[in-house]
Each structure stands twice: as structure tokens, then as C-alpha cells.
């Protein structure tokens, strides 16, 4: 079935620094790929998507680029802040079996320090 | 404002006392599921919901059962808790579609089962 393989961290960076967290699936066909990001005591919100190959997702100065060559998704931004601090979920749908839901990476957990 | 909404946020319970945790959504969406959330081993989804009435196991059902008598409610109930449970738990629902549509989440419930 399909399954996702990110970097669990924790991943400290300083204020202002380059954000890259990697993000590589493994799927039968080309499905849609997703960012979901989680902040302290809250539950998951959509970041960003690509529904097809190529395709560039991007929110809040968060990109993804959809790589099929590379089975890969991953996540940058070039000026993290505090407010960046959080956990973030790759994912894309689960596969097989009527499953109708999300297979999500075991998440990364993102501290951006002042 | 869209939302889904669970309650509790937090339960503390003791092995074998029967729980629900409660899920309600006023999108108007078909589809509804739970996930646990737990350390190392991110999200993984317990059951779904792709109407009323319909329901079907995800990858972890065991020890879990659901309803949906209602298209807005998905409740989540626990018969005979256990330790192994203890877990932090989300409610997500989205629009009937394809699956390129943004799932929405609940707050999640921390439960302890003691």
C-alpha cells in the first residue's frame, strides 16, 4: 500500500535560517501529495497540496514540488520564525481495501529558536 | 466557521469503564474518520465513515467501535478501555469527492486510561 517516509526530528533551527524537511512516498499511480501542520495543543491543518506531478504547492512561504522521478515532497522555506514551531505531517491518500482516509509520515517536529 | 468539534478534550479513565468521545461537523461532509495519534508512530486511522450508516475499519480497529446515524456525528466508542489506548485522538471529516479534497480536523481528545 502506499506509505510515506519523512525525518522525525526534533529539527532546531534558529530564526531567519533555511527550512528543508524531507518528505518521500511510495504509491501505486500518481496521487495527490499533502503538507498538514500541527501546532501546539491543536489539531492537523491542511499547509499545502499538489495534485500532480510537477505541480508546486505553496501557503504562508511554505513550497513543495511534486517529484516524480524522485518519489519526493519536500517541504522548505527560506526564513522560518517562532510561529513556525510545530509539528508537520507529509502524507497522501492510503491505498487498498476501501480504506478512504490519509497514510501520514510519523511527523517532524520543527522548534524555531528567537 | 467550519469546524469539527470533539469532546472531551482530555478524559481520564480507568481500564474496562465504557467511554465516548464525541465528533461533530457543521460542513455538511460525507466523510468522516478517526485517527490516533501516538509517539513514533504518527497518525493512523481506526475507522471511517463514507455516510450515514456506512461505516468500515480502518488500519487500527481493535478495541474501537463507531457509529453515524447522523451525517454530522461520528462518535467514537470505547467499551472496554485499556491501557494501550491511552493515545491522543482526532476526528477528521471532508467533502465527498475525490481525494484530492482537504481533510479538516478536530482539536483531538488525550486519553488516559489508567
Known amino acids: 500500500g502506499n506509505s510515506v517516509t519523512q525525518m522525525e526530528g526534533p529539527v532546531t533551527l534558529s530564526e531567519e535560517a533555511f527550512l528543508t524537511i524531507n518528505c518521500t512516498y511510495t504509491a501505486t499511480g500518481y496521487p495527490s501529495l499533502f503538507w498538514y501542520v500541527q501546532y501546539p495543543g491543536e489539531g492537523l491543518q491542511l499547509l499545502l497540496k499538489a495534485t500532480k506531478a510537477d505541480d508546486k504547492g505553496s501557503n504562508k512561504g511554505f513550497e513543495a514540488t511534486y517529484r516524480k522521478e524522485t518519489t519526493s515532497f519536500h517541504l522548505e522555506k527560506g526564513s522560518v520564525q517562532v510561529s513556525d514551531s510545530a509539528v508537520y505531517f507529509c502524507a497522501l491518500p492510503s491505498s487498498g481495501g476501501g480504506a478512504d482516509g490519509l497514510t501520514f509520515g510519523k511527523g517532524t517536529h520543527l522548534i524555531i529558536q528567537p | 466557521e467550519a469546524q469539527v468539534t470533539q469532546n472531551p478534550r482530555y478524559l481520564i479513565t480507568v481500564t474496562g469503564k465504557k467511554l465516548t468521545v464525541t465528533c461533530s461537523q457543521n460542513?455538511?461532509?460525507?466523510?468522516m474518520s478517526w485517527y490516533r495519534q501516538d509517539p513514533g508512530l504518527g497518525l493512523r486511522q481506526i475507522y471511517y465513515s463514507m455516510n450515514v450508516e456506512v461505516t468500515d475499519k480502518g488500519d487500527v480497529p481493535e478495541g474501537y467501535k463507531v457509529s453515524r446515524k447522523e451525517k454530522r456525528n461520528f462518535p467514537l466508542i470505547l467499551e472496554s478501555p485499556s491501557p494501550n489506548q491511552t493515545s491522543l485522538y482526532f476526528c477528521?471529516?471532508?467533502?465527498?469527492?475525490?481525494?484530492?479534497?482537504?481533510?479538516?480536523f478536530g482539536q483531538g481528545t488525550r486519553l488516559t486510561v489508567v
Open positions: 477528521a471529516s471532508r467533502a465527498r469527492s475525490d481525494r484530492d479534497t482537504e481533510a479538516f
Open positions: 460542513m455538511n461532509h460525507e466523510y
